[in-house]
């Protein structure tokens, strides 16, 4: 049974930074390919970053250069490193898990049947 547990949410100032974790269990985050999305009440869920299952990685426009995507394969755990937060990012962040490795990054809704139960984050100005 997959289960994906975030972490690292919360309140910060606008120029500050966050880290997000996302820790896997019954499953292998070195395999296939996990992303992060993160969703406002009221509006569609959309993907934030990607990486692949060779290490490839994918940014929406709007987190480029802000925002990181790594792994450890090590730990099992996925990562989200967001600097230079705005409150515009402000949002649930959910981690996602795909159940195919995709050699590219993928932010597509319909590649990840897994989920997070998600970690609120709160950029203030």
């Known amino acids: 049974q997959v289960q994906l547990v975030e972490s690292g949410g919360g309140s910060v100032q606008a120029g500050g930074s966050l880290r997000l974790s996302c820790a896997a269990s019954?499953?292998?985050?070195?395999?296939?390919?996990m992303a992060w999305f993160r969703q406002v009440p009221g509006n569609e869920r959309e993907g934030v970053a990607g990486?692949?299952?060779?290490?490839?990685?994918k940014y929406a426009d709007s987190v480029k250069g802000r925002f990181t995507i790594s792994k450890d394969n090590a730990k099992n755990t996925l990562y989200l490193q967001m600097n230079s937060l705005k409150p515009e990012d402000s949002a649930i962040y959910y981690c996602?898990?795909?159940?195919?490795?995709?050699?590219?990054?993928?932010?597509?809704?319909?590649?990840?049947?897994?989920w997070g139960q998600g970690t609120q984050v709160t950029v203030s100005s």
């Open positions: 996602a898990a795909a159940a195919r490795a995709y050699g590219s990054a993928s932010l597509a809704l319909g590649s990840f049947p897994y």
């Open positions: 019954g499953y292998n985050v070195r395999i296939y390919s």
């Open positions: 990486i692949g299952s060779v290490g490839y990685t």
